[in-house]
């Protein structure tokens, strides 16, 4: 009976009281935050969706004042330089990630290494681009694309190689063993049997990547500033949708802040089809 006693009673009680505050209070900050994000969704789309026409993708970003106008030179520059880090960078993380995980183990090496990549991940994308600006910017004497492909894949790169050497790591040593008793070199079990079975897992961090670098602005303000005419010429300087954002918002002309909201648009759509399928891939591979 002395577990129906008043004072069991009156502890339980408190428990479950204590327990409803923690999870009024956690419901609480989840919609505080929920609030804010779906207000930046809501304003985006409603002052974004009105500035998207045909013009938007088929004219260049217009003089202040004028009556057309759009962002197509800054929208094929951005694809190209975003294209161009991705294939540079994607490479370079992948083999570090093998390597991390199939051949590094815990040597000196691959701790240096994962120290640099943790370094890399937390940098501000500011201080990549002051980096670039000094090793290319400078030397050359002027603004280009190539200088923004190798800012953005200075941030792709440690993405690509944390998502890779973790799929990696979840991946049951059973299947390596079975592959080694079959006589397979050790290359060809990386190549045929870890890397194909964390692919989805492996992809998911490249499209997470490119959603990261496809709305970054600070690097390409230091690397490729900006062009309002169209090229496909990185050795020039290179419009970017970032880049015409932050100057057309930023200004008291309203063909140009109109088109900065496009843009916004245009940018926030484009990276949640990115996150969208990284989920699904995510979730086909488990």
Not at 75 to 88: D, E, K, R
Not at 163 to 186: F, V
Not at 229 to 251: G, R
Request: hydrophobic share 55%; glycine share 8%; net charge positive.
């Amino acid at each position: 009976m002395s577990y129906f006693s008043p004072q069991k009673v009156k502890q339980h009680n408190r428990r479950k009281l204590k327990n409803h505050i923690a999870l009024a209070l956690s419901l609480m900050a989840m919609l505080f935050g929920l609030f804010w994000l779906a207000w930046i969704l809501f304003e985006t789309i409603y002052l974004g969706i009105g500035g998207i026409n045909l013009a938007v993708f088929s004219e260049m970003t217009p003089p202040p004042n004028a009556d057309t106008g759009g962002l197509a030179n800054a929208i094929w520059g951005s694809f190209l330089m975003v294209l161009m880090a991705t294939l540079i960078g994607t490479p370079i993380g992948i083999m570090t990630g093998v390597y991390l995980c199939e051949y590094g183990g815990k040597g000196i090496i691959a701790s240096v290494t994962r120290f640099i990549n943790d370094i890399l991940l937390s940098a501000p994308s500011i201080i990549i681009g002051l980096f670039v600006y000094s090793l290319i910017v400078l030397p050359f004497k002027g603004f280009s694309g190539w200088a923004g492909v190798v800012a953005l894949a200075l941030i792709v790169v440690p993405v690509v190689v944390r998502t890779t050497e973790n799929m990696l790591a979840l991946i049951p040593n059973s299947l390596r063993e079975a592959a080694y008793a079959l006589g397979a070199p050790k290359w060809k079990v990386v190549l045929m049997v870890t890397i194909r079975a964390a692919s989805a897992g492996i992809i998911t961090g490249i499209l997470l990547a490119i959603a990261r670098i496809a709305g970054e602005t600070a690097p390409l303000l230091f690397t490729a500033l900006s062009n309002q005419f169209w090229t496909s010429d990185l050795s020039q300087p290179m419009a970017s949708l970032p880049v015409t954002i932050f100057k057309f918002a930023m200004s008291p002309f309203e063909n140009w802040q109109k088109l900065a909201w496009a843009g916004v648009f245009i940018i926030t759509f484009g990276i949640l089809i990115l996150n969208v399928t990284a989920r699904i891939l995510f979730k086909k591979k488990g």
